[in-house]
């Protein structure tokens, strides 16, 4: 797939990277990216992800804007509250890069639609708001073997990650024991998703381009009320109900 002149130009600064270029460009104009849990998190994931030429990108969420929203979802306006999120995130990426196509699904990441959304992309991005969505996009990512980039938030902590089925440790295996989630009870500074959703999108390029190497099995945790970042080695659990040796016999 080649690269138009406007495209040239756009992405010159990036294509200028040691081990990048045009080949890395191309891949990235080739890609699918499904993003979930389009808000703080998954939306300043899918702006870089739209401005690095990713070519198409899936986005899924459900629900309506609110204004405690506001404090982090870059790609929303005042004027949205109220209104369904995933469709302004797809207004605002497509104004800022018209050579990307962006698809958006105004729904949360269920049994119903989890295989067929997980089978029209390249990779996921998962940064849903839930354990559940969180399960069901890792179940499928391993299913139908396609790499995951993992991330998470609340307050000033974080956490990273990329999966690729048969590789590295599955999220089941990361947390197998699910916390409690409510939606609306973590406390979030927008620069702190922000400072995630960089390095997430930062995942999913070096997976596409191959430039650089992501996070394989290592889980990059992030406290930024100390500016302290670790990798941690994560542990394959051979016994894994979603990845694990009897799990994978069972799927064949």
């Not at 729904?107 to 996921?124: P, R």
């Not at 690729?164 to 197998?176: H, K, N």
């Not at 959703?197 to 394989?216: D, G, H, N």
Request: proline share 4%; aromatic share 6%; hydrophobic share 40%.
């Amino acid at each position: 797939m080649n690269l138009t002149p406007s495209e040239l130009e756009r992405y010159h600064r990036q294509m200028m990277l040691p081990n990048f270029g045009e080949a890395a460009q191309k891949r990235l104009k080739s890609a699918t990216v499904l993003v979930t849990g389009v808000g703080g998190l998954g939306g300043t994931s899918a702006l870089y992800l739209a401005v690095a030429g990713v070519g198409r990108l899936i986005l899924v969420r459900g629900g309506d804007l609110r204004l405690d929203d506001m404090n982090r979802q870059v790609l929303m306006t005042n004027d949205w509250v109220g209104k369904p999120r995933v469709f302004k995130a797809r207004e605002t990426l497509q104004a800022i890069n018209p050579d990307i196509r962006v698809e958006a699904v105004h729904d949360y990441v269920t049994k119903e639609n989890v295989d067929s959304l997980v089978q029209s992309a390249d990779i996921a991005v998962d940064c849903a708001h839930n354990f559940t969505e969180r399960n069901l996009l890792n179940e499928a990512c391993v299913r139908w073997q396609k790499p995951m980039v993992e991330a998470a938030m609340d307050g000033m902590e974080a956490y990273l990650t990329t999966i690729i089925p048969g590789v590295t440790p599955c999220l089941s295996c990361l947390f197998p024991e699910k916390p409690d989630w409510n939606r609306r009870g973590f406390s979030v500074i927008g620069a702190v998703s922000g400072t995630l959703a960089c390095l997430s999108a930062l995942e999913v390029i070096k997976l596409i381009t191959k430039f650089s190497q992501p996070l394989l099995s290592q889980l990059l945790t992030i406290d930024l009320m100390r500016m302290e970042f670790a990798k941690r080695h994560s542990y394959h659990d051979p016994l894994c109900l979603v990845c694990g040796s009897s799990s994978c016999s069972e799927n064949s």
